[in-house]
């Protein structure tokens, strides 16, 4: 079974604050999503990486970056959080196009 | 990323009775994915639709892909309450990316 695991489940973190949310998947797989999820308005995609040190820009990558040293993690970063960023954040992996595979999330509070 | 309408966005139903959610979209499709979140829950795949006009069937769960692949149906017939959570529907965008709808939150009282 593939496994993604993001390495919090809860982070409160301070306006201004430099804060990286950190994502693994044991597959192997290419490609690598970072996702937020809000209320009402489903999920949202930032960035998305389809290969080592590669990354694109999805639909809301405005206030973040994004790091892929090595194939099975894919970091995100806030430069500067802000309380509008306050979100449940989601990671996913997938081969071509396979299933998505989503981490449990990491439900990020900025104050 | 591709831009789809999902209706409703909430429904609550009575165990026992039907559901359907519907994904529309304004461009062809050239496939479609569906996923399930259960309450405090991730995403998880349900099914990918990808022939005009496929139906598919998961015992309950039937999922419908129209003719001019432009649209998307999940129907649940007689709901329990294990079918609680937010059903998406995720049209392929552009590379390898998947831009889901907003989903249908569906709720099942005993």
């Known amino acids: 079974d593939v496994k993604v695991t993001q390495s919090s489940r809860y982070l409160v973190k301070r306006t201004g604050e430099k804060v990286f949310l950190e994502c693994v998947q044991d597959m192997d797989h290419e490609n690598m999503f970072w996702y937020r999820q809000d209320p009402g308005l489903g999920l949202r995609l930032i960035y998305f990486?389809?290969?080592?040190?590669?990354?694109e820009k999805g639909d809301i990558p405005e206030g973040y970056s994004v790091s892929r040293e090595k194939k099975e993690r894919f970091s995100l970063i806030l430069e500067s959080a802000s309380t509008n960023q306050t979100s449940m954040y989601l990671c996913a992996s997938r081969e071509g196009n396979s299933p998505l595979h989503f981490g449990n999330g990491t439900r990020l509070t900025v104050t | 990323g591709q831009q789809v309408m999902q209706i409703p966005q909430y429904q609550h139903v009575q165990e026992g009775e039907d559901f359907t959610t519907y994904c529309n979209s304004s461009?062809?499709?050239?496939?479609i994915q569906w996923y399930k979140q259960r309450p405090g829950g991730h995403p998880v795949f349900l099914i990918q639709l990808v022939k005009s006009g496929e139906v598919k069937k998961q015992k309950r769960l039937t999922f419908q892909f129209g003719e001019a692949k432009k649209n998307s149906s999940l129907h649940i017939t007689a709901t329990q309450t294990t079918d609680v959570g937010t059903y998406f529907c995720a049209p392929r965008g552009g590379y390898s990316t998947l831009t889901f709808g907003k989903g249908t939150m569906l709720l099942v009282s005993p």
């Open positions: 990486s389809y290969d080592v040190k590669m990354k």
């Open positions: 461009t062809t499709l050239s496939n």
